[in-house]
């Protein structure tokens, strides 16, 4: 993830400061909100950077915690960014909802988990940012997504409708599914007739 999420971070603030040209449908989004627009492309394109380091610095809190309330910061700025950048994007309404739903996940997850940390539940706080990253690498996958879509000639739309969803989903749905604790209770999760 590390290699994918640098490299989209990376493109993402260099778009964002006008560096590299935009994709049309992202140009369409600028050209209508010029200084929110660039706001989300650079807090999240940050947010992708730092969230490794962050990761990586979590055994060492003179590192982690700057930089995690840096990201914390970013990740705010561009989930509530989101909001008027999927409503005023030309793609389809279930791609606009994805988007808008991706940022409402992005932002209820950084809040719940700076929550979780406040009150020293650690294992807690571990698992809602991994989730919180597992979010934020939907937007890789949209883009790889878009990329093999178009060089491939497939149908973009629909395509990209469901990947502005289970770009996130997935990625979500694994980290609940293998994380040890309970993002609810902090606890581990009680074992099923399914967990042998």
Request: net charge positive; charged share 10%.
């Amino acid at each position: 993830m590390i290699s994918l999420a640098i490299p989209t971070g990376v493109v993402a603030l260099v778009q964002g400061v006008g560096a590299m040209p935009l994709p049309f449908n992202l140009h369409v989004v600028d050209a209508r909100l010029p200084g929110i627009f660039k706001l989300h492309m650079l807090a999240s394109g940050a947010a992708l950077v730092l969230m490794p380091a962050v990761i990586a610095t979590r055994r060492w809190r003179s590192w982690h915690r700057p930089l995690g309330r840096l990201t914390a910061i970013l990740v705010v700025a561009g989930a509530l960014t989101a909001f008027p950048v999927a409503y005023a994007s030309v793609s389809g309404p279930v791609a606009r909802l994805g988007f808008a739903a991706q940022g409402a996940t992005w932002l209820g997850l950084i809040v719940w988990g700076v929550v979780a940390i406040r009150r020293k539940e650690r294992a807690r706080h571990a698992t809602l940012m991994l989730a919180m990253a597992a979010v934020a690498s939907g937007a890789i996958w949209v883009r790889l997504t878009t990329a093999v879509a178009t060089s491939w000639g497939l149908p973009f739309d629909p395509i990209y409708a469901c990947a502005t969803w289970l770009g996130w989903l997935v990625p979500l749905g694994l980290v609940l599914a293998l994380s040890p604790v309970s993002i609810l209770s902090g606890r581990r999760p009680p074992r099923t007739a399914f967990a042998t």
